[in-house]
């Protein structure tokens, strides 16, 4: 397609979102509802990209990404077709003009491309509803040529019953377009400048006027309100669980699982209930998910397996592992193959080497771990001195007992053992056992207080 604008309309209040925030920069997938659109413009290669704001101020352009894209200011907001004049000056002459909604996200490309393969005509996106109520409905004559678009609250009673409804979605050659745009009236019911009346502007110029399909409903849904926000996720969400069960995964309630970014999972993945993926992640093949799990920005590599109700955030874990039950791994965290990372275990900024074990209760921050380490349940790497951070070094085959503390910075020496309850503020030699505790001592004769009697 040579030389596509598209304008997106998002100056709309959003009243009945009953929230402070404007309603196009509400989130449908981790993801707020404008930038669904800026993706979907940038996937058809719109050459700009205008954004029509208005309610919500600075905080509309200030939330979303701007290559490509520029922003008009419509104040006040007089309708639809007000909107897209706000935007006449950075159009140009030449070329086509798409008009899509703020409040309806989830409109796809190849819908989009479908529209636009005619280029001299005036293409409307349409869709048959059994509940037409609220939309603004398709008028044909008796060889079922579209005359024109009536609004609900215009329409009479014979209208509507149309159950041809107008999406709102349109494209039209620029040139046309502003031409119409000069001529637009607001004597209707809403005193509003209503977009949809350059349809009968185009039937009077024997424009020809085109009509398509969504190729699925969910695609022109329309978000109004927290409840059409939700169901909108709903569905949306359920097409991605589609998506990848028909691709071979297992995921074991299609209905319960939230995908807030780009999941990618080869073959034989399982996922369990109620797990949320955001941002980017790579389930490699044969990787088994727990109930329960959040992993952001992480990849996962082959035969892993993350037990429920673990949270992994800018991970990169390597095969064959198992993580968790409740493991926490945090931004900067590198697990080579086959490492066990047990319960209440949190990871931060540490790389662990092959083999190696931290099964139970601690903190790993700023370290560095051989392979087949086996760090005892409790152990803390003190990394902070409350103003700096240290690393920590455990070189292979170290045993570090329970319930230790290692100062950092700190080396615990290859094959080194260290006797459990110990801090260790200085270098343990390779190979031999360090400990830093009291003797044990009993004291004989020793009697437990007791309670003194109020007199
Ligand atoms: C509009 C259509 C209707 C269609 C429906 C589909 C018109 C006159 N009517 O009605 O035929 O069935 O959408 O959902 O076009 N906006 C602005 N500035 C304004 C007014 C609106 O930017 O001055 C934006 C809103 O933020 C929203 C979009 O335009 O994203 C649609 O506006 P809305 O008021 O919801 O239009 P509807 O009455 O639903
Ligand atoms: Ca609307």
Redo the contacts with the bound molecule.
């Keep these: 397609m040579t030389n596509l604008n598209i304008v997106i309309?998002?100056?709309?209040k959003?009243i009945r979102m009953y929230s402070a925030k404007p309603?196009?920069l509400h989130e449908l997938a981790g993801k707020a509802m404008l930038q669904h659109l800026l993706d979907t413009a940038k996937k058809i290669n719109a050459c700009k990209t205008i954004v029509?704001y208005?309610h919500g101020g600075e905080s509309v352009p200030n939330a979303v990404t701007k290559s490509n894209t520029k922003f008009v200011l419509?104040e006040p907001?007089?309708?639809?077709?007000?909107?897209v004049q706000q935007a006449l000056p950075l159009l140009g002459t030449d070329g086509t003009t798409l008009v899509l909604?703020?409040?309806?996200p989830l409109i796809q490309a190849d819908t989009l491309l479908r529209l636009l393969e005619v280029e001299n005509s005036l293409n409307l996106l349409t869709q048959y509803l059994d509940e037409p109520k609220?939309?603004?409905r398709i008028v044909r004559d008796l060889t079922s040529k579209i005359i024109s678009?009536v609004?609900e609250k215009d329409a009479t009673p014979q209208q509507r019953e149309i159950n041809e409804?107008?999406?709102?979605i349109l494209s039209a050659p620029t040139a046309m377009l502003r031409n119409w745009l000069s001529k637009l009236q607001n004597n209707n019911s809403q005193g509003?400048y209503?977009?949809?009346d350059i349809v009968a502007m185009a039937v009077a110029q024997k424009v020809e006027i085109r009509s398509t399909q969504p190729d699925h409903p969910w695609e022109v849904m329309?978000v109004?309100s927290k409840v059409q926000l939700a169901e909108l996720e709903r569905l949306w969400q359920r097409e991605q669980a589609n998506k990848l069960l028909s691709k071979g995964v297992t995921v074991i309630d299609p209905a319960r699982i939230d995908i807030r970014g780009n999941l990618e999972c080869e073959q034989d993945v399982e996922i369990d209930v109620g797990c949320i993926f955001e941002g980017a992640v790579k389930l490699a093949r044969g990787v088994k998910v727990g109930a329960y799990c959040v992993l952001k920005n992480s990849t996962i590599a082959a035969d892993t397996q993350i037990a429920p109700y673990s949270h992994i955030d800018g991970g990169e874990i390597g095969e064959a592992c198992h993580i968790g039950p409740y493991a926490r791994i945090r931004p900067g965290s590198k697990l080579h193959n086959e490492v066990h990372i047990g319960n209440f275990v949190e990871i931060k900024n540490s790389e662990i080497s092959n083999k190696s074990k931290a099964n139970h209760l601690s903190y790993i921050g700023d370290a560095t771990v051989g392979a087949r380490v086996n760090i005892g349940a409790g152990t803390i790497t003190c990394n902070y001195d409350g103003a700096n951070k240290f690393r920590t070094i455990i070189e292979d085959d170290a045993f570090i007992g329970s319930d230790t503390q290692l100062i950092a910075p700190v080396t615990v020496g290859r094959g080194a053992t260290i006797g459990a309850g110990s801090t260790i503020t200085k270098d343990t030699p390779a190979e031999e056992l360090t400990l830093s505790r009291s003797k044990q001592i009993s004291i004989t004769g020793w009697k437990r207080p007791v309670k003194k009697k109020i007199t």
């Design positions: 309309l998002a100056a709309g959003g309603k196009v029509v208005g419509q907001q007089l309708g639809t077709g007000h909107a909604y703020g409040d309806v609220g939309y603004g678009i609004e409804i107008n999406t709102g509003e209503y977009l949809t329309g109004n």
